[in-house]
């Protein structure tokens, strides 16, 4: 090696180090989440759905490096008239679940196996109606996380939250209180099995956040949420004035995978 390109070798070696500690302290990007929910009533509209999303929709999505992908059925199925299927999908980015149609279109093989769902007819669709909710995750959870459970998905709880505020600045203050105030943490702390947290940005009870969190059965469930309303970091917390009045309203949905879910 010449005197001369021994500095340049080690100058080199300096911006390697440089940027290496730069990208390795980068905080991971923010995903972007879409929660379709098909409402449907028969046992005919429900093996369609079933077929299509197990052998159409997640293969293409798969294809196209979606992964993770989160099929549930609510528990209340059995005696409700209007019957609710969920579908959790997470995304890079907003453009790569705006390219998501036009990738289906040209996949073959998905038109093929769902070709039942795709073509159906008016007077006998799949479903009575499709509601979309798109979400973008929390800074301090951007990326969704699959459940380590042990029990068969038959007998899972995937507990889906719905906060909704009185105003935008109570919902970032309850946003607030998830990340700065570490409510994220105390869950963590006691082993929800949270799937996601995400601000609602598309959605028809706007301002709201969602979450979902995960348990080996009701049982468990129960003991968990015991746990937390007694913990001391949450008595603290929820009590802070700087936190009151921040939510006004919440829906709770449990829900049970499928089999062909992902997760």
């Given at each position: 090696?010449?005197?001369?390109?021994?500095?340049?070798?080690?100058?080199?070696?300096?911006?390697?180090?440089?940027?290496?500690?730069?990208?390795?302290?980068?905080?991971?990007?923010?995903?972007?989440?879409?929660?379709?929910?098909?409402?449907?009533?028969?046992?005919?509209?429900?093996?369609?759905?079933?077929?299509?999303?197990?052998?159409?929709?997640?293969?293409?999505?798969?294809?196209?490096?979606?992964?993770?992908?989160?099929?549930?059925?609510?528990?209340?199925?059995?005696?409700?008239?209007?019957?609710?299927?969920?579908?959790?999908?997470?995304?890079?980015?907003?453009?790569?679940?705006?390219?998501?149609?036009?990738?289906?279109?040209?996949?073959?093989?998905?038109?093929?196996?769902?070709?039942?769902?795709?073509?159906?007819?008016?007077?006998?669709?799949?479903?009575?109606?499709?509601?979309?909710?798109?979400?973008?995750?929390?800074?301090?959870?951007?990326?969704?996380?699959?459940?380590?459970?042990?029990?068969?998905?038959?007998?899972?709880?995937?507990?889906?939250?719905?906060?909704?505020s009185a105003t935008e600045k109570?919902?970032?203050?309850?946003?607030?209180?998830?990340?700065?105030?570490?409510?994220?943490?105390?869950?963590?702390?006691?082993?929800?099995?949270?799937?996601?947290?995400?601000?609602?940005?598309?959605?028809?009870?706007?301002?709201?956040?969602?979450?979902?969190?995960?348990?080996?059965?009701?049982?468990?469930?129960?003991?968990?949420?015991?746990?937390?309303?007694?913990?001391?970091?949450?008595?603290?917390?929820?009590?802070?004035?700087?936190?009151?009045?921040?939510?006004?309203?919440?829906?709770?949905?449990?829900?049970?995978?499928?089999?062909?879910?992902?997760?």
């Amino acid at each position: 090696m010449t005197a001369i390109s021994k500095p340049l070798f080690c100058m080199l070696i300096l911006v390697m180090l440089i940027f290496v500690s730069w990208t390795s302290g980068k905080k991971p990007a923010r995903e972007y989440y879409q929660i379709t929910i098909y409402h449907f009533s028969s046992v005919e509209q429900e093996k369609v759905l079933d077929n299509y999303l197990q052998n159409a929709l997640l293969p293409a999505l798969h294809r196209i490096q979606i992964n993770n992908v989160g099929v549930f059925k609510a528990w209340s199925n059995d005696t409700a008239s209007a019957k609710l299927l969920y579908m959790f999908l997470p995304v890079k980015s907003l453009d790569m679940l705006t390219r998501i149609p036009d990738k289906l279109k040209k996949d073959n093989s998905y038109n093929i196996a769902g070709a039942d769902y795709i073509n159906a007819t008016h007077n006998n669709p799949p479903y009575l109606r499709i509601e979309t909710i798109i979400l973008r995750a929390f800074p301090l959870a951007p990326q969704m996380q699959t459940p380590a459970l042990q029990s068969s998905k038959k007998e899972r709880v995937y507990e889906l939250r719905s906060y909704e505020s009185a105003t935008e600045k109570k919902f970032e203050n309850k946003v607030e209180m998830f990340n700065a105030g570490d409510e994220i943490g105390l869950f963590k702390r006691l082993n929800f099995n949270a799937i996601f947290y995400a601000s609602v940005i598309v959605g028809s009870k706007m301002p709201n956040l969602m979450y979902m969190t995960s348990f080996e059965n009701r049982t468990d469930r129960d003991e968990h949420w015991k746990t937390f309303v007694n913990d001391p970091y949450w008595k603290k917390l929820s009590s802070m004035p700087e936190y009151q009045n921040n939510v006004s309203h919440i829906d709770i949905t449990f829900l049970h995978p499928v089999e062909y879910s992902d997760f």
